[in-house]
């Protein structure tokens, strides 16, 4: 049996597309890997790939309803 890879939450985005799904710069991106902030990432040796779901995870965990909420973190 063959595992079904080729759909869109499997598929893998370069650390410029990621950035420009989220209006950030790649710089910020990166700033928040290294400080372990933003979504989760894969490695491929030199390259840096994103799962669109793990992005979409990420935005889900950062909802706010509130300032305070944010204040509170």
Same mark, same amino acid.
């Given at each position: 049996? *063959?595992?079904?890879?080729?759909s869109?939450?499997?598929?893998?985005?370069?650390? @410029?597309?990621?950035?420009?799904?989220?209006? =950030?710069?790649?710089?910020?991106?990166q700033?928040? *890997?290294?400080?372990?902030?933003?979504?989760?990432?894969?490695k491929l040796?030199? @390259?840096v790939?994103?799962?669109?779901?793990? =992005?979409?995870?990420w935005?889900e965990?950062?909802?706010?309803?509130?300032t305070s909420?944010?204040?509170?973190?």
């Amino acid at each position: 049996m *063959r595992t079904e890879l080729n759909s869109v939450e499997n598929a893998l985005i370069t650390e @410029a597309a990621a950035a420009d799904y989220l209006g =950030i710069s790649i710089r910020t991106i990166q700033a928040w *890997r290294v400080r372990g902030g933003g979504p989760k990432y894969v490695k491929l040796g030199k @390259a840096v790939r994103y799962r669109p779901s793990d =992005i979409q995870v990420w935005i889900e965990s950062h909802l706010t309803s509130s300032t305070s909420d944010v204040e509170a973190r």
